[in-house]
Each structure stands twice: as C-alpha cells, then as structure tokens.
C-alpha cells in the first residue's frame, strides 16, 4: 500500500507544480493563485505528516473547488477580509513570477487589467445595486 500513498503524493506535486508554472506564466486571477496556495499548503501537509496519502484523494478535490468558491465568496461578501485575501494572493503570485522578465510582467499585468477588471467590476456593482 505504501506504493499507491507514494503515487497519490506524487500526482498531488504534480498538479501543485504544473499550476504553479501555470501561474507564473499566465495573467491569473487572485482566485487562482489562491487555490494553488492551498494545494501547496496540502501537499506539503501531506508530505511532511504521517497521515494516510488516500485522504489526498478528497482533500486535493476539496481545495480546488469548494476553495475556489469560498475566495470568491469571501472576496465579494466579506469586504474587511477582501483585502487580507488579495493582498496574499497577491503576494504568492509575484513570489511566483520572481525571475520573470519585468516586459513579461508588465504583459501579464495588461493582460489581468484588461481581461478580468470589468468581470469583476460588474459583480461589485450588481451585489451593491441589490
């Protein structure tokens, strides 16, 4: 059985490390870079405990998209934790991209403002229209 709990902790580091590239690469949301944070998070708890690698097999679901939902939803619904949030997601996405090119962050920065500033915008604006 030890074989299997090895493969499993394998294939979480490699999701894990396969979105961080993804976010180091790509302009991404601060959902996005969050939910990568708490694999790492996982993974590494995992790998550092005695705990049996099978949970990783409901655990890395969970994080990805209840994780996901509960951001956004503290995001939109929570404003005095909005900030904290951001500011973490924030954070690990440049811890991320250290060693990008300054013209390449510049580029993935135009390209999250223009692609992801009026979808937020207008979810802002229809929760306080209500």
Not at 42 to 49: S, W
């Amino acid at each position: 059985m030890d074989i299997i709990e090895t493969i499993l902790l394998v294939i979480a580091w490699l999701l894990t490390l396969t979105w961080m590239y993804g976010v180091r690469i790509k302009p991404v949301i601060v959902t996005t870079s969050l939910v990568n944070l708490s694999m790492l998070s996982v993974a590494l708890f995992f790998t550092l405990t005695d705990f049996s690698k099978y949970h990783l097999l409901w655990v890395i679901p969970l994080a990805i998209f209840i994780g996901a939902r509960i951001f956004i939803f503290i995001m939109i619904h929570i404003p005095i934790l909005n900030t904290l949030i951001v500011t973490i997601g924030k954070i690990y996405t440049e811890i991320l991209r250290i060693g990008v090119s300054k013209d390449a962050r510049a580029r993935l920065y135009q390209e999250y403002k223009s692609n992801m500033k009026p979808t937020l915008d207008e979810l802002v604006s229809k929760k306080f229209q209500k």
